[in-house]
């Protein structure tokens, strides 16, 4: 009973030598937000466990070897971390390179301003290698050798396979944010994991088939936690490819689903009095953003 | 003579075929699918054969591998007998008193990970031995596996005893059929004969071992992608920390060693600790198997104690075949790092080996004379990391494609803004690599190139 009513234990640790005190279990990242240091993450989910795959988080911490991710590892008493040293910004500018060199982060909000910030020139590596269409057939552990004239990417057609939203991997930074929302923390349907390996990584479905002939149960949960835009509702691809996406004339209706007694919170983004995409707040206690294919994509009705 | 490959011939099926196949021929091959023996295999690379000093090698082509009665009627199970009487705080003691550390290639004390994890309230715990031995160039492991298996167990069942695991997993790699094999045999010979099993030689300490096989992944070795492997699941590593020692198989207190490591313990525990020390250095104690492959006379497995120089294992190694001068040396496989002809007088210890900025690693030797094309060589190193990446990280799993990227231009003489700055961009996605890389692997991954960059005069401005 006693443990019930005892105070969360603190642990103070310095932080670009301020002192900071955070609940013990959390996160450098959580020390660093608490004094406000900006620090760029890009596989850092806030409804999921730290991936900590993108490497763009990362600070230096005094006695460590290599530099550690501030949204994985655990702030410990006395700990004295940089966020902003020479070796920090280096492999945070390298990470951003090698992604926007390989990636298509065109639909990535904060990429822009992190590629500025960090002074990345993916250029540098060459002009972009012409997309391909087989990188769902590649064969680990064999590629052709590079003649170094182009830089290697993602670049493949977009998956347009279904009515309700499509996969542009061209865009996708595997941040492994979707295998988890699919997966074992939030919608247990393993529908998707990652294929293949090195470069060659991707998000697939089991053998590469098209989602009608995978498990995909369409809740778009995965939708949610994209944080590249890779997958998107079919409106909003249809209505980007046709230069028809305006953000910034879009509302956002607060309600609740229909559909069943759990009243889980959605929000609808309307373009033109039309129903554009469906989320739910990924700060709503019951949701946590995810939803299921009827409060997600059932919407027509209200339109047609 | 043009070295001829080993290959692993495999059919699946009802009635499955796996055997390695060495030289490999397509002649061989046809021929072992119709039916045919596999070719024995080549004759010893043992080259220090009788020598008897040798203390990892001792029993390996002398006694018999599928016998345990000859095991024992070479000093088998005394060891172990003798961990018993010591109790396990004994033998920690002991291991730690050596000084031996890790031979998979981070080289990180025994002792202190096998106090680690004896201190850990939570159970079980779990020994992991990581036969997965797949740096390009490393082939010692094999030997100890397929010429004294049940070394392997024995000294499994010490270190089980010694951290508190009641099951320990062998995690042996694909391409091992023979050792699989032998191991196998051995494993139920020990069984039957009351060495693993409920209460091991009736001393009421109960402890088994489950063979696990690699499918050919290079970062299954890594020591807590084994782990994700062994689960069932894709062979990804873990960040670190928690450690293995905490938080490790089935989320669990985990020993991992090498086996090389493990049966360095046969010594520790049947001799003391303090005596086990007095061979090597101070900071590397003990012996260390070499593994001689590349331009030599005789290649093979060499046993040598801790400190003698690079020159004097390549002199008993009969040096570089044809009179041809050496141009360099790739030391610790593809994730070590290159030393010149001028380099022949490093001792090899780890420390002499970290200040000569290389590293022994799991303790390659790799010679090259001068007929060998060193670029193509970096382009094949840099090839071999792009496609074992795992891809999880960002700075793995693209920077291994713009060095190898870079590589091309400069090899191509096509260098984007001259060569110093290829030069520089691969030394500044080498340091990413190195300080921001989830795992040892995208961390050394850049080693190689950088030290022939380095030390060697490959390109233009290079090795200077």
Redesign the interface.
């Known amino acids: 009973m006693s443990e019930l009513l005892a105070p969360r234990r603190m642990v103070e640790l310095e932080v670009d030598g301020q002192p900071v005190r955070v609940f013990e279990g959390s996160t450098i990242l959580d020390a660093c937000r608490r004094l406000e240091i900006d620090t760029p993450t890009l596989c850092y989910g806030e409804t999921l466990e730290p991936a900590?795959?993108?490497?763009?988080c990362?600070v230096e911490l005094e006695g460590s070897r290599?530099?550690v991710?501030s949204c994985?590892?655990?702030a410990e008493a006395g700990m004295k971390v940089h966020t902003d040293s020479e070796?920090v910004r280096?492999?945070r500018k390298?990470?951003l390179e090698?992604?926007a060199?390989?990636v298509d982060l065109s639909t990535t909000p904060v990429a822009a301003g992190y590629l500025e910030r960090y002074d990345a020139e993916p250029g540098?590596?060459?002009p972009p290698a012409p997309p391909s269409d087989d990188r769902d057939r590649a064969r680990?552990?064999?590629?052709e050798?590079?003649?170094?004239?182009t830089?290697?990417t993602v670049q493949q057609p977009v998956k347009v396979d279904n009515e309700l939203y499509v996969r542009d991997y061209a865009k996708c930074?595997?941040c492994?944010r979707c295998v988890d929302a699919c997966g074992e923390q939030h919608q247990n349907t393993f529908a998707i994991?990652?294929a293949?390996?090195?470069?060659?990584?991707r998000i697939s479905t089991e053998l590469a088939t098209p989602l009608p002939e995978s498990a995909c149960v369409y809740c778009g949960n995965c939708i949610e936690v994209c944080p590249t835009g890779a997958l998107v509702f079919r409106s909003e691809h249809e209505l980007r490819a046709a230069g028809d996406w305006r953000e910034e004339e879009q509302t956002v209706t607060e309600t609740t689903c229909p559909y069943c007694g759990v009243g889980c919170s959605l929000e609808l983004h309307v373009q033109s009095n039309r129903i554009v995409k469906v989320t739910s707040p990924a700060d709503h206690d019951i949701t946590l953003g995810n939803l299921c294919i009827k409060g997600r994509f059932g919407f027509s009705h209200v339109q047609d | 003579m043009r070295p001829s490959p080993a290959a692993l011939v495999a059919v699946a099926g009802e009635q499955p075929l796996e055997r390695a196949q060495a030289p490999v021929t397509a002649a061989a091959v046809l021929d072992l699918l119709a039916g045919g023996e596999a070719a024995p295999s080549p004759a010893s690379s043992l080259p220090q054969d009788g020598e008897p000093r040798l203390r990892l090698l001792r029993r390996v082509g002398i006694a018999d591998p599928d016998s345990i009665d000859d095991y024992r009627a070479h000093g088998g199970y005394a060891a172990l007998r003798h961990a018993f009487a010591l109790g396990p705080e004994g033998v920690l003691r002991e291991v730690k008193d050596s000084k031996l550390v890790g031979r998979g290639g981070a080289a990180f004390p025994t002792g202190v990970k096998w106090e680690a994890v004896a201190r850990q309230p939570a159970r079980p715990h779990y020994l992991v031995c990581n036969a997965d031995e797949s740096e390009p160039g490393t082939f010692k492991d094999r030997e100890l596996m397929e010429g004294d298996p049940f070394a392997v167990i024995e000294a499994m069942t010490i270190a089980a005893f010694a951290t508190g695991c009641e099951r320990g997993y062998l995690y042996i790699r694909g391409e091992y059929p023979e050792a699989r094999e032998r191991l196998e045999h051995a494993l139920a010979q020990a069984r039957h004969r009351g060495f693993l099993g409920e209460s091991v030689m009736g001393e009421g300490f109960s402890f088994d071992v489950e063979i696990r096989r690699g499918a050919g992944a290079y970062i299954c070795g890594e020591e807590t992608a084994i782990f994700e492997s062994i689960e069932g699941r894709r062979g990804e590593p873990r960040n670190k920390p928690p450690f293995p020692v905490e938080v490790g198989l089935f989320g669990k207190p985990t020993v991992v060693n090498n086996v090389e490591t493990l049966v360095n313990v046969l010594g520790v525990v049947l001799g003391s600790g303090p005596s086990f020390a007095e061979v090597g250095t101070e900071g590397s104690t003990g012996t260390k198997l070499l593994c001689l492959s590349g331009h030599v006379a005789r290649p093979g497995t060499y046993e040598i104690a801790f400190g003698v120089t690079l020159r004097q294992v390549l002199d008993l190694a009969g040096g570089v075949p044809g009179g041809r001068p050496l141009r360099a040396v790739l030391m610790g496989g593809a994730a070590g790092g290159f030393l010149g002809p001028g380099d022949l007088d490093v001792p090899l210890t780890f420390e002499g080996a970290r200040a000569a900025g290389t590293t022994l690693g799991s303790g390659v030797v790799l010679v090259l004379d001068d007929t060998v094309d060193l670029p193509r060589l970096l382009q094949r190193i840099a090839a071999f990391f792009r496609d074992e990446s795992c891809g999880q990280c960002v700075p793995c799993r693209v920077g291994t494609v713009r060095q190898e990227e870079a590589l091309a231009r400069l090899v191509a003489g096509e260098p984007r803004g001259g060569v110093e700055t290829e030069l520089a961009l691969i030394a500044e996605v080498g340091q990413c690599m190195r300080d921001s890389s989830i795992c040892g692997l995208g961390q050394t991954a850049s080693s190689a190139l950088e030290s022939a960059i380095r030390r060697l005069p490959v390109f233009e401005g290079s090795g200077t």
């Open positions: 900590n795959v993108c490497r763009v990362v290599v530099l991710p994985s590892r655990k070796r280096l492999s390298l990470v090698l992604l060199s390989s540098r590596f060459g680990t552990g064999h590629h050798a590079p003649d170094g004239r830089a290697a930074i595997l492994y994991a990652v293949g390996r090195g470069f060659d990584a």
